[in-house]
Nanobody, 114 residues
Framework: QVQLVESGGGLVQPGGSLRLSCVAS????????MGWYRQAPGKQRELVAT???????NFADSVKGRFTIDRNYAKNWVALQMNSLKPEDTAVYYC????????WGKGILVTVSS
């Protein structure tokens, strides 16, 4: 069974940075878009950022200018660089890789707190 494995989460102070990474446990073919979503306590899951194989990126308004996304489609790898973190960025972050099938990671916790 394919797994998307996320890493890089944890506790960080406001204004700090974290880098999340996600890699597939085996080669995935025909992936068209990779991205990150997040779910804060008591809220619905929301899009954070996505990136296509050609490099077209899309960001939630709340993270524009603070987060960047990078990918290697050949290695089924996607990363999210998060800078200037705010307490409202606290959430479980989920990796997603989508093509014919839709793959999700189990989620990784990011806590922004002093």
């Amino acid at each position: 069974q394919v797994q998307l494995v996320e890493s890089g989460g944890g506790l960080v102070q406001p204004g700090g940075s974290l880098r999340l990474s996600c890699v597939a446990s085996e080669t995935l073919f025909n992936i068209e878009i990779m991205g990150w979503y997040r779910q804060a306590p008591g809220k619905q899951r929301e899009l954070v950022a996505t990136i296509t194989a050609s490099g077209l990126a899309n960001f939630a308004d709340s993270v524009k200018g603070r987060f960047t996304i990078d990918r290697n489609y050949a290695k089924n790898w996607v990363a999210l660089q998060m800078n200037s973190l705010k307490p409202e960025d606290t959430a479980v972050y989920y990796c997603n890789q989508r093509g014919v099938e839709d793959y999700w990671g189990k989620g990784i916790l990011v806590t922004v707190s002093s």
